[in-house]
């Protein structure tokens, strides 16, 4: 998850720079010690949150702006985020119930940082074409 959304950042980072935009990096806030399990539960919420409100308003105003470019990028970004929330909580129940729950990996393309289930995966990356074979595989 962590190379996904480093992929994203620089990928991110060159789209704002091409545009003509000035990137301001994030700000690094300190880490509260917890459990794996709240670090993951505060992961979910927060790309949730931003799921729910920040990413809607972008793409909804990209679009009512007629930048078809931004909304493309912002909707590829939004579908990874949600199949990385499915994929921490799968991983969150199979922390609380090892023997309920198979175990199933996911992949990353090296290029965009699309995440792609590892039990149900297209050809070639539906964002920028590049092989599975290519992808990183994470188990
Ligand atoms: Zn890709």
Not at 11 to 30: H, M, T, Y
Not at 45 to 66: F, L, M, P, S, W
Not at 91 to 117: F, H, S
Request: net charge negative.
């Amino acid at each position: 998850m962590a190379f996904a959304e480093e992929v994203k950042y620089e990928n991110c980072k060159d789209a704002i720079g091409i545009l003509g935009g000035v990137f301001d990096p994030p700000i690094d806030l300190p880490v509260k010690t917890a459990s794996v399990e709240e670090h993951f539960q505060t992961i979910i919420n927060e790309k949730q949150r931003y799921h729910d409100t920040k990413v809607r308003e972008c793409i909804e105003g990209a679009i009512d702006e007629g930048n078809r470019f931004v909304a493309r990028m912002m909707t590829w970004c939004d579908a990874s985020d949600v199949k990385a929330i499915l994929i921490i909580q799968r991983t969150l129940c199979q922390m609380e119930q090892p023997e309920g729950v198979a175990t199933l990996g996911y992949r990353v393309c090296p290029r965009c940082g699309n995440i792609d289930d590892e039990a149900l995966h297209s050809l070639y990356c539906p964002h920028c074409m590049t092989q599975q074979s290519d992808f990183l595989i994470f188990e």
